[in-house]
């Protein structure tokens, strides 16, 4: 990024997410929840396309602090070979959100091309009226594949 350019996410909705993932073999797909959300709640499973999601903290229990090492986590897992498109998920959107931003800086001042996504409504979507999550959107709510841990 040069000149003051400023960094644009784009947000997609998880079925889009799926499609795009489904179809296009030089993406990947970041859960940056935490562990403990990976280990309750459970991970988008991407076995059925050959694939998997990589799964980094983004922000660290028990403050919910960054992750200093979250970048660096990332290039190890890719060894420096970004895919076209990273797309990220969190619970409802607002962490990969962030993310997503965050990693788009990272490779853009590195002068490399790849395009961050944030799948909105993520993976358990937004509470209803008495707090639920996974029935009112997200990728559970929108059957997508999914398994606990």
């Not at 296009?24 to 694939?51: F, H, K, M, Y």
Request: net charge negative.
């Amino acid at each position: 990024m040069t000149g003051g350019q400023s960094i644009s996410i784009e947000n997609m909705s998880p079925n889009t997410v799926w499609d795009h993932l489904t179809h296009n073999q030089n993406s990947a797909l970041v859960d940056c929840r935490t562990q403990v959300e990976w280990d309750t709640i459970g991970v988008p499973d991407l076995t059925g396309i050959n694939s998997a999601a990589h799964l980094i903290e983004w922000r660290k229990q028990p403050d919910m602090s960054v992750n200093p090492a979250f970048f660096d986590e990332l290039e190890a897992g890719f060894n420096g070979a970004y895919p076209d498109h990273l797309f990220f998920i969190c619970r409802s959107g607002a962490r990969s959100f962030e993310a997503a931003t965050y990693v788009q800086n990272h490779l853009s001042s590195k002068n490399i091309n790849c395009v961050c996504i944030n799948v909105a409504e993520g993976f358990e979507g937004d509470p209803d009226p008495s707090g639920q999550r996974s029935v009112v959107n997200g990728w559970k709510f929108n059957n997508l594949p999914w398994q606990i841990g």
